[in-house]
């Protein structure tokens, strides 16, 4: 078994960079976070992970892409499965939201770009932000033809990936800065693929403990408790696949049967860092999800009728930044992460706008 890495700070760790103070409300002066060591770390890795993105999703023959921070069809809809709401907005007087993922487009992509395409942009979602959360985050997507299996090994490649290049350009400031970077050699040292298991294994493991798996009559669910006990019990890397089909959104492709969903999220640092899955690859298994989920087709019209159109298996993920900043940083708050942070904003447009 292997022995999962401590995150945050915890007494006698010796981490000579340390974030800057914040308020009560979450609120940072910005004046602080321009002469924090920190935030100067973490915008250098960040930028390790962002150029290494692009350099992996060229290196495996996708294509980037560019897409709309607008959309009408969200990825976290009203229907069962869904755990976020999205952001409505009006861009000259037109009535819209802000892009909650690029998913939906870069399926659309695929049809054009057929080996699969990437993007990396903000996702913003109407949540109250926390240790692990952020109403305002970094994604990192991607879609690939293939299946389930496909995009788990692009997923451990791509990690795997970050992993040496962050130790490539970085490892010596990184490890004076925060004091062990073993968990990042690690990662960067293995071959082969993380340690998977089944939903229902999870849930046997943990004894269906309530404060590890919560379940809504439904569908069920991991709480971050949970996730953090099946890596201590498992490994520091874990896939955890096919969850119950009503516990998540609506286009994950059905597994054997309608109750069960082709997906996996991995889990390492605070949890999950990466949600990944295969989707419906045909406009008929398409319907049958959004009425299993109660979400009115009309709201995803062109998404089905482009199923019909040009039916294509696909997988796809989406990864986190700030959460695998998180975990290369062993820090455990990512409201700590952002350089330029929304945490604390007043609800109204203020007298004086003081912060950027």
């Given at each position: ?25 979450g ?15 973490v915008?250098e ?52 939201y ?14 054009v ?6 993007t ?51 490892e010596?400031?990184?490890g ?36 590890l ?10 709480t971050?408790?949970?996730e ?21 959104p ?48 009309s ?10 159109v ?22 455990d ?6 350089l330029v ?16």
């Amino acid at each position: 078994m292997t022995t999962t890495v401590t995150f945050g700070s915890w007494p006698g760790a010796d981490r000579p960079v340390v974030p800057p103070p914040t308020r009560a409300d979450g609120h940072r002066d910005f004046v602080a976070t321009l002469r924090s060591p920190w935030h100067a770390l973490v915008v250098e890795v960040e930028d390790v992970v962002v150029r290494a993105t692009y350099e992996y999703g060229h290196g495996r023959g996708l294509r980037s892409v560019q897409v709309p921070i607008t959309t009408r069809t969200v990825t976290c809809p009203s229907g069962l499965g869904s755990d976020s709401r999205p952001v409505p907005v009006s861009v000259s007087g037109k009535s819209t939201y802000l892009s909650d993922s690029a998913q939906f487009l870069l399926e659309y992509g695929c049809r054009v770009a057929p080996a699969g395409c990437y993007t990396i942009l903000p996702s913003l979602r109407e949540e109250t932000p926390d240790r692990t959360h952020l109403s305002e985050f970094v994604h990192s997507e991607a879609e690939i033809a293939g299946d389930l299996d496909d995009v788990i090994e692009y997923v451990e490649g791509y990690v795997r990936h970050l992993a040496r290049r962050i130790l490539d350009s970085c490892e010596r400031g990184l490890g004076e800065a925060i004091g062990d970077v073993s968990h990042v050699a690690r990662a960067a040292a293995g071959t082969g693929g993380f340690e998977r298991m089944t939903f229902d294994e999870a849930a046997q493991l943990l004894d269906h403990d309530p404060r590890l798996v919560r379940d809504s009559g439904r569908g069920r669910l991991l709480t971050r408790l949970g996730e953090a006990r099946l890596m201590d019990l498992t490994s520091e890397f874990l896939w955890v696949t096919h969850f119950d089909h009503l516990s998540i959104p609506f286009y994950q492709a059905f597994g054997p049967d309608e109750t069960v969903a082709l997906n996996g999220d991995l889990l390492f640092g605070v949890g999950e860092v990466v949600g990944s899955g295969q989707r419906h690859a045909t406009g008929d298994d398409l319907r049958r999800a959004l009425a299993l989920h109660n979400v009115p087709a009309s709201e995803y019209a062109w998404y089905v009728r482009m199923k019909d159109v040009a039916p294509m298996p696909t997988s796809g993920f989406g990864l986190g930044i700030e959460r695998f900043l998180l975990w290369v940083l062993r820090h455990d708050d990512i409201r700590d992460i952002p350089l330029v942070s929304r945490v604390g904003e007043p609800a109204e447009w203020p007298e004086s706008v003081d912060r950027p």
